[in-house]
């Protein structure tokens, strides 16, 4: 018997729904949610997450603002637009999407966005309030994961969590979200990478398993816990000549053959992609509710 299907793309419709209905609570006390997205140079995956991020902005009712400043633009300019969106009243969510060029510092362009800003809750202010469990603005995906699980009717609490990866954006915010003593979390949490050994014999060992890797199909079916909820975070290109772009997406999750083991699973697409930009809407909201 197959695997239920969590179905992303029908949670985040739900949660871009509440958004809406407290965005418009918002306008009615004369606060314009607002989303400054910036954009460096002209990366089409870049450019394709950014107008994904504002449609959906313009469907909630938050207003968006969008920067592309030229992909050779300098590390000092680029932190005096972060300086102007900082200080700029109106503007309650600053985005900056990455990768951005080599010769710009990531790190530094993150730390030099306000905290009460930082949507995509990378700042380190924000990171060391969710590891000790204040409250605060999320990443985004990982955000996303217990919503999945939840209102999918599946339970997080007393579950053993198995995370492959230990990405800054997925595995290490996700085992920080999950381990906490709240709702949609209080589980124990292994975290496996690439100093794993035998990963196997742990990722079997999950009530949840969490795929964020970046591996088309890695995780097989004799690596999953026989009925184990199954969260694939990847999305990777495949070649596919009889696909019109010449690739499809994949996750890093073997989906045909992991689902007659698994209990549940998310697909690639249409499972944790469209949760990202609902926790975007979500934490706009948040950090305008907060002004």
Do not use: W
Request: glycine share 8%; aromatic share 2%.
């Amino acid at each position: 018997m197959s695997a239920q299907l969590i179905d992303g793309k029908a949670i985040a419709a739900e949660i871009r729904a509440e958004a809406k209905v407290a965005a418009s609570a918002l306008r009615e006390q004369g606060i314009i949610p607002c989303l400054a997205a910036v954009l460096v140079g002209d990366n089409p995956a870049s450019k394709a997450y950014v107008g994904n991020k504002r449609r959906a902005c313009e469907e909630v009712g938050i207003e968006s603002q969008l920067h592309t400043p030229s992909a050779d633009i300098s590390a000092a300019d680029l932190l005096a637009l972060i300086d102007r969106l900082n200080a700029d009243a109106a503007v309650h969510g600053i985005l900056v999407q990455l990768p951005l060029p080599d010769h710009i510092d990531e790190d530094r362009v993150i730390e030099r966005l306000c905290p009460a800003k930082d949507v995509d809750g990378f700042h380190p202010a924000n990171v060391g309030r969710l590891v000790i469990g204040l409250d605060t603005l999320r990443p985004c995906t990982p955000a996303g994961i217990p919503e999945l699980i939840v209102r999918s009717g599946l339970e997080v609490s007393g579950q053993h969590v198995v995370i492959i990866g230990r990405s800054n954006i997925v595995g290490k915010p996700a085992m920080n979200l999950l381990v906490q003593k709240a709702a949609g979390a209080n589980a124990t949490v292994t975290v496996c990478h690439s100093g794993t050994t035998d990963l196997p014999s742990i990722t079997r060992l999950g009530d949840i398993l969490i795929a964020a890797i970046g591996r088309a199909h890695y995780v097989t079916a004799d690596m999953v816990k026989p009925g184990a909820t199954v969260i694939d975070v990847g999305i990777n290109r495949v070649a596919d000549e009889s696909a019109k772009q010449g690739y499809r997406l994949v996750g890093d999750v073997d989906f045909d053959a992991v689902k007659e083991v698994a209990g549940a699973i998310t697909p690639v697409p249409g499972g944790v992609g469209p949760m990202t930009v609902a926790m975007l809407m979500v934490n706009t909201v948040k950090a305008a509710q907060a002004t």
